[in-house]
Structures are given as structure tokens and as C-alpha cells.
T-cell receptor, first 114, second 112 residues
Framework: GENVEQHPSTLSVQEGDSAVIKCTYS??????FPWYKQELGKRPQLIID?????GEKKDQRIAVTLNKTAKHFSLHITETQPEDSAVYFC?????????????FGAGTRLAVHP | DTAVSQTPKYLVTQMGNDKSIKCEQN?????MYWYKQDSKKFLKIMFS???????INETVPNRFSPKSPDKAHLNLHINSLELGDSAVYFC???????????FGEGSRLTVL
């Protein structure tokens, strides 16, 4: 079945530095890879997603890269700001669980220090 | 004008009780979900309905029973609550699959 591993579980950076979070998966049929941000006490919200026919996608300071051969995808945040502090979840769907079943990674707690 | 709303936001109850959480979405989406987020923040899918039909039922104890009276509503009823049921329960909806999940604010259930 589908499984996604996310690393690191915690990440601490200085304001202005870059942050990278990586997820690996096992089901090669997975074809949709979103990233969600969850601020403390709030709901998860989509920040960027990528589909399997694309290798990279960028939106201002955030980017996602996908390596289908190696079965991993990564979130890159540049010029981090204190408001980027949150828990970030990778997710995937489209494998054996079907399109409707979004499987989440365990989350990365990012702390950006001023 | 909240897109996905769920009530109540907080529930505190004793073991063995029964409780319900209600969810409504005004986005016109066909698919709705229940996710459970435990104390370690792990988000796990429980159920999914598409246009009132159950399409995903993960290995959830049958004490949990979802009900979808129409495609805009998905409620969750939990019987005989146990300590391990304490978590935040998120309702969500999506307009197409695969696509963005719109989450409600969450309902924090505490079982004493």
C-alpha cells in the first residue's frame, strides 16, 4: 500500500536561511504530491502541489521538486521568515489507494528564528 | 462565510459516552472526508464520501459511524468513547480528485 516518509521531523533555521523538507514514497503509481502548512491551533492548508508529469514547480519563495525515478519529492522555502514557522506535511495520492485517498507524511515542525 | 464548518469545536466527555460532530461545506464539492489528527500531529484518513456514497473506509473501529444526508454534509457519530479517541477530528472537502483538500477548523475531542 501507499506509504510516505518525511524528514526531518523538526527543523530550526535562522530568518533568511533556506529550509528543505524531503519525502520518500514506495508506490510508483502515486501521481499527486501536495504540501500542506498547519499553523499552531489552525487547520492544514495547501501551499503548493505537483503532479507526476512535472519535475518542479515554484510559487514565490516556495518550490517543490519531484524525482519519480527515485520516488522522492521535496519542499524548498527560501528567505525564510518567522511567519513560516509551522508544521509542514507532505502528502500523496493516486497509488493503490486511488485518487480520493490522500496519505500524509508525519509532518515537519519548522521553527524560523529572528 | 466559512467554506467548511464543523461543530462543536471542543468536546470534553467521559469514557463510554456517545458524541457527534457535524460538518457542512458550502463549496459545492462532491467529496467529503473525516481525518483524525493525534497528539503527535499525525493526520490519518478515516472516511470519504462522494455524493453521499461511502468510498473510503479505513480500518476504523465500528464505534465510528459517518452519515452523509446530502453531499454538503458529513457527520461523525462515535459510540462508547475510549481514551484513545482523544484527538482533533478534521472534516474536509474536495471538488475533484486528486485536488486540494479544504479543511474545517477541527473538533478537539477529549475523553476523560
Amino acid at each position: 500500500g501507499e506509504n510516505v516518509e518525511q524528514h526531518p521531523s523538526t527543523l530550526s533555521v535562522q530568518e533568511g536561511d533556506s529550509a528543505v523538507i524531503k519525502c520518500t514514497y514506495s508506490d510508483s503509481a502515486s501521481n499527486y504530491f501536495p504540501w500542506y502548512k498547519q499553523e499552531l491551533g489552525k487547520r492544514p492548508q495547501l501551499i503548493i502541489d505537483i503532479r507526476s508529469n512535472v519535475g518542479e514547480k515554484k510559487d514565490q519563495r516556495i518550490a517543490v521538486t519531484l524525482n519519480k525515478t527515485a520516488k522522492h519529492f521535496s519542499l524548498h522555502i527560501t528567505e525564510t521568515q518567522p511567519e513560516d514557522s509551522a508544521v509542514y506535511f507532505c502528502a500523496l495520492s493516486g497509488g493503490s489507494g486511488g485518487y480520493n485517498k490522500l496519505i500524509f507524511g508525519a509532518g515537519t515542525r519548522l521553527a524560523v528564528h529572528p | 462565510d466559512t467554506a467548511v464548518s464543523q461543530t462543536p469545536k471542543y468536546l470534553v466527555t467521559q469514557m463510554g459516552n456517545d458524541k457527534s460532530i457535524k460538518c457542512e461545506q458550502n463549496l459545492g464539492h462532491d467529496t467529503m472526508y473525516w481525518y483524525k489528527q493525534d497528539s503527535k500531529k499525525f493526520l490519518k484518513i478515516m472516511f470519504s464520501y462522494n455524493n453521499k456514497e461511502l468510498i473510503i473506509n479505513e480500518t476504523v473501529p465500528n464505534r465510528f459511524s459517518p452519515k452523509s444526508p446530502d453531499k454538503a454534509h458529513l457527520n461523525l457519530h462515535i459510540n462508547s468513547l475510549e481514551l484513545g479517541d482523544s484527538a482533533v477530528y478534521f472534516c474536509a472537502s474536495s471538488g475533484f480528485s486528486p485536488g486540494e483538500l479544504f479543511f474545517g477548523e477541527g473538533s478537539r475531542l477529549t475523553v476523560l
